[in-house]
């Protein structure tokens, strides 16, 4: 045997198996995992038991609201177990829900909602638990939600009058069915086409 092939089975001794699969990144909602798409067939490729997973993952969310999106971690292991590791959910999620909105805003310079800095504290509070923020200052947590806020069309004001938030929830709710009409024609249209 020559001396390069003896260091390659060496090396290959020493080393085992090596993992060529990747972790899985997704968001999940709370109770509601199913073996179908879209998860489904991500854990398939990752070589993950899809049954053992969504029972797992559906119990260990089972406390939390059902639908909520968790964002997930999954890293498949050679012997076709994996570890799973759980996050609060989004910035968004939370954004979203203090402003009582359920989408962002679909056009430049459009508010879809408001909040106010106590709603931003709050969020950055609950957000500097999460491990993934857990070496940022709440800060630096509230100036990324900042932006998170101002992506999605959020206005932060200091103060809100519930009444007249009400009459622009009610407003703004009038405009979300004429875009969402808006959209519904146009795949209308596009169906028609290329049908």
């Known amino acids: ?10 090396a290959k001794k020493i080393t085992g198996k090596i993992d060529h699969s990747s972790k899985l990144k997704t968001n999940i ?6 073996p179908g798409p879209p998860l489904g067939p991500q854990l398939g490729q990752r070589n993950i038991n899809i049954a053992t997973f969504v029972k ?10 059902e639908g909520i999106p968790i964002p997930c971690r999954i890293k498949p292991n050679l012997d076709r177990s994996y570890t799973l590791t ?3 959910p989004p910035a968004v999620y939370y954004l979203k829900q203090a402003a009582g909105i359920q989408r962002g805003r679909m056009h430049a310079n459009e508010i879809a909602g408001k909040i106010t800095l106590k709603h931003l504290y709050e969020i950055a509070k609950i957000k500097s ?16 939600l900042v932006g998170t806020a101002k992506t999605i069309g ?3 004001v200091r103060d809100l009058d519930p009444e007249e938030y009400k009459e622009f929830l009610a407003e703004r709710k009038v405009i979300v069915e004429e875009q969402l009409k808006v959209i519904r024609e146009e795949k209308e249209a596009k169906m028609l086409r290329t049908g």
């Open 86 to 88: 759980t996050h609060l």
């Open 129 to 144: 638990e999460d491990p993934p923020l857990a070496l940022m200052s709440l800060q630096q947590i509230t100036n990324m």
């Open 29 to 34: 909602p709370a109770g509601m995992a199913m």
């Open 1 to 10: 045997m020559s001396k390069a092939a003896s260091r390659i089975k060496f």
């Open 154 to 156: 959020i206005e932060i």
């Open 56 to 65: 797992e993952f559906n119990e260990k969310t089972a406390h939390i609201k």
